[in-house]
C-alpha cells in the first residue's frame, strides 16, 4: 500500500495572487493579526518551511489566517494529498 502525504500548493496560489512573495504574505498575515489586536508575528520561516513543504506538521491557526487573507474557501486550493 502507498502511503499518502500532504503537499501544502503555496508557492502555486501565491503564483495565482499576483505573483506574491512569501515576504508579502507574512506582511499580510502580521497586518491581519495587528488589526485583531494580536501581539504575535508570524515568523517568515514558518511561511518559507510551508511554502517549501518541509513542515511535519500542519499548524491548524496558521492554515485558516492563510485562507482568510488570501481568501481560499475549498482547502484543495491550498492543500493535496499525494500518494508517495
Known sequence: M???KIRVKLDKVLKDRGNMT???LVNKLNAAREQR???K???P???SEFYNN???T???ELIEEIATVLEITDINELIE????
Open 54 to 56: 518541509q513542515r511535519k
Open 22 to 24: 512569501q515576504l508579502d
Open 2 to 4: 502507498q502511503q499518502i
Open 37 to 39: 489586536g494580536e501581539q
Open 41 to 43: 508575528k508570524v515568523r
Open 45 to 47: 520561516a514558518a511561511i
Open 81 to 84: 494529498f499525494y500518494n508517495y
Open 58 to 60: 500542519l499548524n491548524k
